[in-house]
């Protein structure tokens, strides 16, 4: 059964030019984000990075599907040795100098559901912490 996307919005105190280097740029993901390889934001790129939960390691499938640069990033999520296949997308939208970001994780029900791992609220926890926290830290804090 299709269930409905998960969707996070958050309204950043850093111009879209910031945001969008922060979730585009392979160097500036791994500062808050995942130790991602091979990332570009350029459609058909694919990209791998490994996450773990408690301990266990799973790595993740990646490959670009739209790039509107300074407003949209897409890319397809999978993870190496299960089934299911997931859809994220990333928009940026000018707050009057502040960014809002909306994130949009679909298919979240393609994943093992007898697998706890793979539970919408580890994907919740996951996305507000990444999103919530780290990526605000990280395009609000001073430039260096």
Known sequence: MKSSPLTLERVFDAPIARVWQAISNEDQLRQWSFDMTGF???VGVEFTFPGENEGRTFIHLCKVLEVIPGRKLSYSWRYRGFEGISYLTLELFDEGGKTRLKLTHEGLETFP???PDFARKN????WTELIGVLLKKFVEQPAK
């Open 40 to 42: 570009r934001p350029e």
């Open 113 to 115: 559901q007898d697998n």
């Open 123 to 126: 994907f919740e926890q996951g």
